[in-house]
């Protein structure tokens, strides 16, 4: 977020409603979570990059995905830049909220719990993730 508050990329409400799925509306508006395992691209292997579904930012690359046995997309590494944190008392517990730095939406938490060498744990709700493969011969 920039020092007046505003983001890169700012939607009305109505905008977002229109441009997303109901689900990733829950998730990306109203800080929902989507059910564990739900999404493909917890299983996705292939090189390529991660984005924010509802605004393009480049999130993560895929080479910083892990399995975490959670049931959603881990990764130990995001793209420089491209996330805040928050802190998030939501449920009785405290937790660090990630949102996308380019508009300001909801994605995921990150924990302490991840591998080396970050040791983090950015556990990113799939259905408000874009995978982009890597072009094919590079």
């Not at 829950?26 to 924010?52: A, I, M, N, W, Y």
Request: charged letters at 30%; a neutral charge.
């Amino acid at each position: 977020m920039s020092d007046t508050g505003k983001f890169p990329v700012e939607k009305t409400d109505e905008q977002w409603r229109t441009e997303l799925t109901r689900e990733q509306y829950d998730v990306l508006r109203k800080h929902g979570t989507e059910r564990p395992r739900s999404s493909p691209l917890d299983r996705e292997k292939r090189d390529g990059t991660f984005q924010c579904a509802g605004c393009g930012q480049v999130l993560f690359e895929a080479r910083t995905k892990f399995d975490s046995g959670t049931g959603w997309p881990s990764f130990f590494n995001p793209m420089p830049g491209a996330l805040t944190e928050h802190v998030d008392n939501a449920h009785g517990m405290r937790r660090v909220e990630v949102r996308s730095a380019s508009s300001g939406i909801h994605l995921g938490h990150v924990f302490d719990d991840g591998p080396k060498p970050s040791g983090k744990r950015y556990c990113i709700n799939g259905n408000v993730l874009k995978f982009v493969p890597d072009e094919v011969g590079k």
